[in-house]
């Protein structure tokens, strides 16, 4: 078997589906912050609504992803979005709810009480918590639901190549249809991998946007 | 000035309510610091929490400097008025720096402005400004965290301070030097604060009065001498402790027990003779030998008899003095402890002032509890 020989002979189409791969998962996971995250504070101010919300994202989860395209297929037909792009980028935003809403909930509402009774006492506006107390102390743990998030759509998207959506599933489902090994293994190599650098570039967004004050507190405690 | 005007707080609705502030009625005058005192669940921290609307008011009014609260913007009012806490609730994502400048920054004050201010309050409570400033919270001991709660809420120089056992964090030795040190800011500064605590002692030593609550009503509200000399139910009587005869010694100061300017003094520079010659005049057991006003130590007419000299050079010095703000508590402590029946009282710049004997104490305690005694004949 010659992987390195595939990948020399393969570089661009390699490099493109990558591109493309990245592309999807980066959008999925953008647009699924942009409403997960608000969903998750709002539900803060809400127990029986956060209990239905978190609900529905975990059978959101718990279906299997081949399931989901096919459920999204007829729905997205109807506005020409069968298959493609779009409706990847769709189920990916919808898997990716239940880790950011989950941590983002579970975050806020561990903000200890005394802080926010502070933050109240001194006169601040609840905008002004949220912003300056409740996301600082809640962003590494925020974060931490997209990196779930972010590795876990790497895999999803692979399999979404079904549904002609591109990126490096193309390998996989191509290789077992030409039953060529270099390709199938190429592929699963080239998605390993960006998810171990995605995973790691989490991690380091995480240490870059968390205060000092905050990691100071947590090195203490362990 | 902070008014309360018949104050009712009821949790609940329906049949599980709690009222747990009932009809409360007093005034703390401005740049009067009074406790709250009470045991667990009595109330003290519900009406602590109208007074900023923290939480909102069944019935009743709570009057700021002739304003109602309840007609006021809420956030602008807690902005300005001090709040600090049991838990201090320091922000741990920022510095000691941006803690204290957090409602300068509200109010939006200058950078320039807000940092001064921010290095005058770590000055005030003795925390160096430069080591300090950039440092964050958990970086500091409870004591350090406690004060900068404490600057944080005096950082706009509200005229009003809210405080909810906010020394109740910490060890008792440390407590005890923070609020000596808050008594003494407060000494300048004269804020008029609601001050909770639970603890008896804090009460009496912090309070210019005492709101004594049970059960959400206000039972008595008075100055620490006469709730100590004259609890006026057995609860209050309980609850200040059977040895308050003994807490009084802890608030009443040397300077108003003492014997000012007694005739038993002589100058340094004055023959051994001629001060003899004085004291067998006068029957006097000891004299006072001062120096430039410093009370230098003592002589006694045996130790005179064979000298011939300047009464300075045979003065037997004092092991101490205290000062006239001392309480009685201590004077007592330095007489059992140096064997001593009279003590030289002096000014902030160590001049003599006066003696202070266990006599005078026991004759001033006499007269406060005499009425006190005669009731319960
Ligand atoms: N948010 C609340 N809901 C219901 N009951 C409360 C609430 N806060 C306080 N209480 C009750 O009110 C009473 C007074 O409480 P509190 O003012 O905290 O007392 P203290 O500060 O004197 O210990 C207690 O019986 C307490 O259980
Ligand atoms: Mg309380």
């Not at chain 2, 009470?38 to 109330?43: A, Y």
């Given at each position: 078997m010659d992987i390195i020989g595939f990948f020399q002979n393969n570089y661009e189409r390699t490099l493109l589906l990558t591109w493309e791969h990245v592309w999807i998962v980066a959008l999925s996971v953008f647009l699924a912050t942009l409403i997960g995250v608000p969903i998750g504070i709002a539900i803060t101010r809400n127990q029986k609504a956060a209990a239905k919300v978190i609900n529905s994202a975990n059978v959101l989860m718990t279906t299997p992803s081949i399931a989901l395209f096919g459920l999204m297929l007829p729905i997205l037909a109807v506005f020409g979005f069968g298959l493609g792009k779009v409706p990847a980028v769709i189920a990916l935003v919808l898997y990716s709810q239940l880790p950011i809403i989950r941590n983002t909930y579970i975050a806020i509402k561990n903000v200890p009480p005394e802080l926010i009774d502070a933050g109240k006492g001194l006169g601040m506006s609840s905008w002004r918590r949220l912003r300056e107390i409740e996301i600082p102390l809640a962003i590494p743990v925020i974060i931490a639901g997209l990196r779930t998030a972010a590795v876990m759509n790497i895999g999803i998207a692979a399999i979404a190549a079904y549904i002609?959506?591109?990126?490096?599933?193309v390998f996989i489902q191509q290789g077992i249809a030409r039953v060529y090994d270099e390709m199938i293994i190429g592929g699963a190599i080239m998605v390993s991998l960006l998810a171990i650098l995605v995973d790691a570039g989490m991690a380091l967004l995480e240490r870059l946007v968390t205060s000092k004050g905050i990691k100071l507190e947590k090195a203490l405690k362990s | 000035m902070i008014q309360y005007e018949k104050v009712t707080k009821i949790f609940g609705t329906g049949e599980d309510t709690v009222t747990a502030v009932d009809n409360v009625t007093l005034d703390i005058d401005k740049g009067k610091l009074v406790t709250f005192l009470?045991?667990?669940?009595?109330?003290k921290t519900t009406l602590l929490r109208m007074t900023n609307r923290l939480l909102n008011i069944s019935s009743g009014k709570i009057i700021i400097n002739g304003k109602n609260v309840m007609e006021m913007d809420p956030v602008k009012l807690r902005q300005s008025i001090g709040y600090a806490i049991q838990q201090i609730g320091l922000f741990p994502n920022k510095t000691i720096y941006e803690n204290i400048a957090t409602v300068p920054r509200l109010l939006k004050w200058d950078e320039k402005r807000t940092s001064e201010r921010a290095d005058e309050l770590l000055d005030m409570l003795r925390l160096e400004p430069s080591s300090f400033r950039d440092r964050y919270p958990v970086e500091l001991s409870g004591g350090q965290q406690q004060r900068v709660g404490v600057a944080r809420c005096l950082a706009a120089d509200p005229e009003i301070l809210l405080m909810d056992e906010p020394f109740g964090a910490i060890d008792p030795i440390n407590r005890e030097v923070i609020q000596n040190e808050f008594l003494r800011i407060q000494g300048k500064l004269k804020k008029t604060i609601a001050f909770v605590t639970h603890d008896i002692h804090e009460a009496i030593k912090m309070g210019d009065r005492i709101a004594i609550f049970q059960g959400g009503k206000l039972v008595q509200y008075d100055t620490p001498e006469i709730i100590l000399t004259q609890p006026r139910n057995q609860y209050i009587a309980d609850f200040v402790g059977a040895d308050r005869a003994l807490k009084v010694l802890g608030i009443i100061r040397c300077r108003e027990v003492m014997e000012k300017s007694p005739p038993n003094v002589v100058q340094g520079s004055m023959n051994t003779k001629e001060v003899l010659k004085m004291m067998e005049e006068h029957n006097w057991k000891h004299a006072v030998v001062l120096l430039k006003s410093r009370p230098i130590g003592y002589v006694t007419p045996k130790a005179l008899k064979y000298e011939d000299t300047e009464v300075r050079e045979i003065a037997r010095p004092y092991p101490v003095t205290v000062e006239e703000g001392s309480v009685l508590r201590d004077v007592m402590s330095h007489m059992l402890m140096y064997d001593m029946r009279v003590i030289c009282v002096t000014d902030e710049e160590e001049r003599f002032t006066g003696l202070v004997s266990l006599n005078h104490i026991q004759k001033h305690l006499i007269d406060i509890y005499a009425e006190d005694m005669r009731e319960n004949v």
């Open positions: 002609g959506a591109g990126g490096l599933g | 009470g045991p667990s669940g009595c109330g």
